[in-house]
């Protein structure tokens, strides 16, 4: 009796062993890359297979491109492959066989094609893996939102809501200061090697899409700062394309009859050889002429030429082995630059810049782990030129002479990367390891020639208008400058990071990384942990709660460092009835401290939500805490009396705090519309910059930014018109009025740094483009209408309490009405 249960257990647990081994061997797994059209990995694009019974199985490819899917049923399947900015495969069918399953699989960019309806990837999706909160501009949001200057770049950057501009057009992104943020193109750290600001320029219309990354990112970005931008543009493929837009020039008959503004913009690529060789080359030229008012005719106009072109190539020495090549070279001339309603002509520079960046990356397969080699380097040459040797005048409501000094500085950069961008391996979920290392060389050298500048009162002893300094009473403050006028400063930096993103199950992904840069000039090493998480309620892609907390190494800036090392300022200072006011002249000089300054950080914290609704609507929240500390910035250590030494620490701690609330609708392939509010605070407790030609002798205080911008909302879309098929598009933003400081005749601040405000902005432009065939091509017209309401967005005010016209305010965008004109290509 005991022999026979032992004898039907034994045959239970065959019976149990075969059919696993049946059920297993009738499971696939599924295996495979994804790649673009001309064989690069691409990195998050999402799949979804899905059976006769309508059960769905999704993945997602890692920074190599490759996916898995194991334990799928074997037979018969459709697969669907979406990332954003790309064409999507919809519908295919595929057969899993029992066993292991290997697929490359093929998504082209998108592309503006006539020859068949193709379905891009909606921009309204969420990626369960990305614990980065990005916000993205594609080509067609770049192409088809209309801003003022619609072949500047960083004009359509600011229809995101992270981006604003400031009243001197540096951008900003997420409250930081533009040095503060590292811009990338195609991987490569492309902001100036001096101040870290993006300086360079490329043809617009080569412009694959633009990413913000404002927290969350992980720890392969080196000197990411506050935030990131990334650029990529295109390598070409086996189809020859070409596009040119406004290749007609413009006259402007203002002033007599002058070339007017001309915005020419060309791009060609193709095979060099098909299957194997591409490239990629796209110029722009850009022309300005402008009338100032309020300047007097035939002294009322500035000019300036500039161009670039940025070629890209790309061989495959092998499918498993690619090289990339890139040069961007830029040029730029301008006449009477700096001229406005209160500064005229004389007091204008001549300013010619140079850009050279050229860049070589290697990507290998090695089994299947994707590792990254690259270099680039770059310079840039900036001069300005007065228009003369006067000396220089401040006027309580303007200025006069020639501007007090010339200038002529290059910055140069040496960069190296090397790392594994993913690694995939499967432990209680699925990891993805990264690694890498780089190092880079910065230098910046200046020469410069400085004059003379006078202050003046307004009124002189007589009660005639102050315009000379020989005017009795006139001049209240004299400056000159003293040293040598060539500083040099060097650098080195270098890091390394590792990093997992961990995909414990379908409802929660941690990504936990550690980086470490060293600087020289800090003589120090800091270590920056950050960990972020991803918490998806459904376990799909209809909703997700992100959550990070991070360290952050901030570049430092060079041009900032140099001052130590160039000249001194000396000041005198005259009373009412012409005498100098004692102690004169004083002495004011940059110092650098004895001991080694800390390397600048900020630590954030961030918090989202995303959340689709009825399918193509995506609302979501983002909330940001940024604190920065050790920021580098100096400071009077004689507050209380003019003259002394202004000393460099590290005791700046910049705060930003924001909570934006967006949401994106896509009706169709030709329809959308997206809108963002932004709530935020961005103040500093050291706001000044004292510089030679613009010190305070007062102590650092806290206060607003210059860009500080509480209130912002920014709404953009288009959608087809039954009215001869014309698309209208819009862009409307609103925002807070930037900040001012208040100075007095001796130039020293009034109250509390940047304690008033412009009024607030507000502008909508409107936009209609007719696209036509002739002579078997597709072209485009646009006509744009910039401030359609005509409101007033002043940039300059006059800030001197003494002047009689105090408070007034001037310059900003006018209405004004553009013409675009581009070639799309075969009908």
Same mark, same amino acid.
């Given at each position: 009796?005991?022999?026979?249960?032992q004898?039907?257990?034994?045959l239970?647990?065959?019976?149990?062993f075969?059919?696993?081994?049946?059920r297993?061997?009738?499971?696939?797994?599924?295996t495979?890359?994804?790649?673009d059209?001309?064989?690069v990995?691409?990195a998050?694009?999402?799949?979804?297979?899905?059976?006769?019974?309508?059960?769905?199985?999704?993945?997602?490819?890692?920074g190599?491109?490759?996916?898995?899917?194991?334990?799928?049923?074997?037979?018969?399947?459709?697969?669907?492959?979406?990332?954003?900015?790309f064409?999507?495969?919809?519908?295919?069918?595929?057969?899993?066989?029992?066993?292991?399953n290997?697929?490359?699989?093929?998504?082209?960019?998108?592309?503006e094609?006539?020859?068949?309806?193709?379905?891009?990837?909606?921009p309204?999706?969420?990626?369960?893996?990305?614990?980065?909160?990005?916000?993205?501009?594609?080509?067609?949001?770049?192409?088809?939102?209309?801003?003022?200057?619609?072949?500047?770049l960083?004009?359509?950057?600011?229809?995101?809501?992270?981006?604003?501009?400031?009243?001197?057009?540096?951008?900003?992104?997420?409250?930081?200061?533009?040095g503060?943020?590292?811009?990338?193109?195609?991987?490569?750290?492309?902001?100036?090697?001096?101040?870290g600001?993006?300086?360079?320029?490329?043809?617009?219309?080569?412009?694959?899409?633009?990413?913000? =990354?404002?927290?969350?990112?992980?720890?392969?970005?080196?000197?990411?700062g506050a935030?990131?931008?990334?650029?990529?543009t295109?390598?070409?493929?086996?189809?020859?394309?070409?596009?040119?837009?406004?290749?007609a020039?413009?006259?402007?008959i203002?002033?007599?009859?002058?070339?007017?503004?001309?915005?020419?913009?060309?791009?060609?690529?193709?095979?060099?050889?098909?299957?194997?060789?591409?490239?990629s080359?796209?110029?722009?030229?850009q022309?300005?002429?402008?009338?100032?008012?309020?300047?007097?005719s035939?002294?009322?106009t500035?000019?300036?030429?500039?161009?670039?072109?940025?070629?890209r190539?790309?061989?495959?020495?092998?499918?498993?082995?690619?090289?990339?090549?890139s040069?961007?070279?830029?040029?730029?001339?301008?006449?009477?630059?700096?001229?406005?309603?209160?500064?005229?002509?004389?007091?204008?520079?001549?300013?010619?810049?140079?850009?050279y960046?050229?860049?070589?990356?290697?990507?290998?397969?090695?089994?299947?782990?994707?590792?990254?080699?690259?270099?680039?380097?770059?310079?840039?040459?900036?001069?300005?030129?007065?228009?003369?040797?006067?000396?220089?005048v401040?006027?309580?409501?303007?200025s006069?002479?020639?501007?007090?000094?010339?200038?002529?500085?290059?910055?140069?950069?040496?960069?190296?990367?090397?790392?594994?961008?993913?690694?995939?391996?499967?432990?209680?979920?699925?990891?993805?390891?990264?690694?890498?290392?780089?190092?880079?060389?910065?230098?910046?050298?200046?020469?410069a020639?400085?004059?003379?500048?006078?202050?003046?009162?307004?009124?002189a002893?007589?009660?005639?208008?102050?315009?000379?300094?020989?005017?009795?009473g006139?001049?209240v403050r004299q400056t000159?400058?003293?040293?040598?006028?060539?500083?040099?400063?060097s650098?080195?930096?270098?890091?390394?990071y590792?990093?997992?993103?961990?995909s414990?199950?379908?409802?929660?992904v941690?990504?936990?990384?550690?980086?470490?840069?060293?600087?020289?000039?800090?003589?120090?090493?800091?270590?920056e942990?950050?960990?972020?998480?991803?918490?998806?309620?459904?376990?799909?892609?209809?909703?997700k709660?992100?959550?990070?907390?991070?360290?952050?190494?901030?570049p430092?800036?060079?041009?900032?460092i140099?001052q130590?090392?160039?000249q001194?300022?000396?000041d005198?200072?005259?009373n009412?009835?012409?005498?100098i006011?004692a102690?004169?002249?004083?002495?004011s000089?940059?110092?650098?401290?004895?001991n080694?300054?800390? =390397?600048?950080?900020?630590?954030?914290?961030?918090g989202?939500?995303?959340?689709?609704?009825?399918?193509?609507?995506?609302?979501?929240?983002?909330?940001?805490?940024?604190?920065?500390?050790?920021?580098?910035?100096?400071?009077?250590q004689?507050?209380?009396?003019?003259g002394?030494?202004f000393?460099?620490?590290?005791?700046?701690?910049?705060?930003?705090?924001?909570?934006?609330v967006s949401?994106?609708?896509v009706?169709?392939e030709?329809?959308?519309?997206?809108?963002?509010?932004?709530?935020s605070?961005?103040?500093?407790?050291?706001?000044?910059?004292?510089?030679?030609g613009?010190?305070?002798?007062?102590?650092?205080?806290?206060?607003?930014?210059?860009?500080?911008?509480?209130?912002?909302?920014v709404t953009?879309?288009?959608?087809?018109?039954?009215?001869?098929?014309?698309?209208?598009?819009?862009?409307f933003?609103?925002r807070?009025?930037?900040?001012?400081?208040?100075?007095?005749?001796?130039?020293?601040?009034?109250?509390?740094?940047?304690?008033?405000?412009?009024?607030?902005y507000?502008?909508?432009?409107?936009?209609?483009?007719?696209?036509?065939?002739?002579?078997?091509?597709?072209?485009?017209?646009?006509?744009?209408a910039?401030?359609?309401?005509?409101?007033?967005?002043?940039?300059?005010?006059?800030?001197n309490?003494?002047a009689p016209?105090f408070?007034?305010?001037?310059g900003?965008?006018?209405?004004?009405?553009?013409l675009?004109?581009?070639?799309?290509?075969?009908?």
């Open positions: 009796m005991r022999f026979a249960r004898l039907t257990s034994a239970a647990c065959l019976c149990i075969a059919s696993l081994e049946t297993a061997a009738d499971l696939a797994s599924c495979g890359y994804v790649l059209e001309d064989g990995p691409v998050a694009a999402q799949l979804k297979l899905e059976d006769a019974a309508a059960h769905v199985y999704r993945t997602e490819s890692d190599a491109g490759r996916f898995t899917l194991r334990n799928l049923p074997a037979g018969d399947y459709k697969l669907e492959v979406r990332k954003q900015d064409f999507v495969i919809a519908g295919r069918a595929l057969t899993l066989q029992p066993g292991p290997e697929l490359t699989l093929t998504i082209n960019h998108a592309q094609v006539h020859e068949q309806v193709q379905v891009t990837a909606r309204n999706q969420i990626d369960p893996q990305d614990t980065a909160q990005r916000n993205t501009l594609t080509t067609r949001d770049i192409r088809d939102i209309p801003v003022p200057s619609p072949h500047v960083a004009e359509s950057l600011v229809a995101l809501p992270e981006i604003t501009q400031d009243n001197q057009g540096n951008l900003h992104i997420a409250g930081a200061r533009s503060e943020t590292q811009y990338l193109l195609d991987g490569f750290e492309i902001g100036d090697p001096v101040n600001q993006l300086t360079s320029r490329f043809n617009v219309d080569a412009t694959r899409a633009a990413e913000v =990354q404002s927290s969350g990112f992980g720890a392969g970005y080196a000197h990411a935030n990131i931008l990334s650029l990529d295109p390598d070409g493929d086996d189809r020859w394309r070409f596009g040119t837009t406004n290749p020039p413009g006259i402007n203002q002033e007599g009859v002058h070339l007017g503004n001309w915005f020419p913009r060309f791009t060609f690529s193709g095979p060099i050889k098909r299957g194997r060789f591409w490239l080359n796209s110029i722009s030229v022309h300005t002429f402008a009338v100032v008012k309020g300047q007097p035939g002294a009322n500035w000019e300036e030429w500039a161009g670039d072109n940025l070629l190539l790309q061989y495959n020495i092998t499918p498993k082995h690619i090289l990339h090549a040069f961007l070279y830029n040029i730029a001339r301008g006449t009477n630059l700096g001229l406005d309603a209160l500064d005229p002509v004389s007091t204008t520079v001549t300013g010619d810049q140079h850009r960046f050229g860049s070589l990356k290697d990507q290998v397969w090695l089994a299947d782990t994707l590792f990254d080699f690259g270099i680039a380097a770059d310079e840039s040459i900036l001069a300005f030129i007065p228009q003369g040797t006067q000396t220089y401040l006027l309580v409501n303007g006069s002479g020639n501007y007090f000094q010339r200038l002529h500085q290059v910055g140069r950069r040496l960069q190296a990367v090397a790392g594994m961008p993913a690694a995939t391996r499967h432990w209680h979920g699925t990891h993805q390891f990264a690694v890498g290392l780089n190092a880079a060389s910065l230098t910046y050298s200046l020469i020639d400085r004059g003379e500048i006078q202050a003046l009162n307004a009124f002893s007589d009660e005639t208008t102050c315009s000379s300094a020989l005017q009795p006139c001049l000159t400058f003293s040293g040598p006028a060539t500083p040099y400063v650098n080195t930096q270098a890091g390394g590792v990093q997992d993103t961990w414990i199950s379908k409802y929660l941690v990504q936990a990384g550690l980086r470490t840069d060293w600087d020289r000039f800090a003589q120090s090493a800091m270590a942990p950050r960990v972020h998480a991803n918490i998806l309620p459904f376990g799909d892609d209809t909703s709660i992100s959550l990070g907390w991070g360290i952050y190494n901030v430092l800036n060079l041009s900032q140099a130590a090392f160039d001194q300022q000396l005198t200072f005259y009412s009835t012409g005498n006011v102690p004169s002249p004083v002495v000089q940059f110092v650098l401290p004895a080694v300054l800390q =390397q600048p950080r900020f630590t954030m914290y961030s989202g939500w995303q959340q689709k609704l009825v399918h193509n609507t995506l609302l979501g929240l983002q909330l940001l805490a940024r604190n920065g500390s050790h920021g580098f910035a100096y400071v009077d004689q507050p209380m009396q003019p002394g030494i000393l460099l620490q590290d005791t700046r701690k910049d705060r930003y705090r924001s909570a934006t949401v994106r609708h009706f169709s030709d329809m959308e519309v997206y809108g963002a509010y932004t709530r605070v961005a103040h500093s407790n050291e706001v000044l910059n004292p510089a030679l613009s010190i305070f002798y007062v102590a650092q205080q806290p206060g607003p930014v210059l860009w500080d911008a509480p209130n912002r909302v953009w879309g288009w959608a087809p018109t039954h009215i001869w098929g014309i698309q209208l598009s819009y862009f933003e609103y807070t009025g930037y900040p001012f400081s208040v100075i007095n005749l001796q130039q020293q601040l009034i109250g509390p740094p940047n304690s008033s405000r412009f009024p607030a507000a502008s909508l432009n409107i936009g209609l483009e007719k696209k036509f065939g002739f002579r078997g091509y597709l072209w485009g017209v646009r006509v744009e910039v401030n359609i309401l005509d409101r007033q967005n002043p940039n300059t005010v006059v800030n309490i003494d016209n408070g007034a305010f001037s900003g965008q006018g209405l004004a009405f553009t675009r004109v581009r070639f799309i290509g075969r009908k």
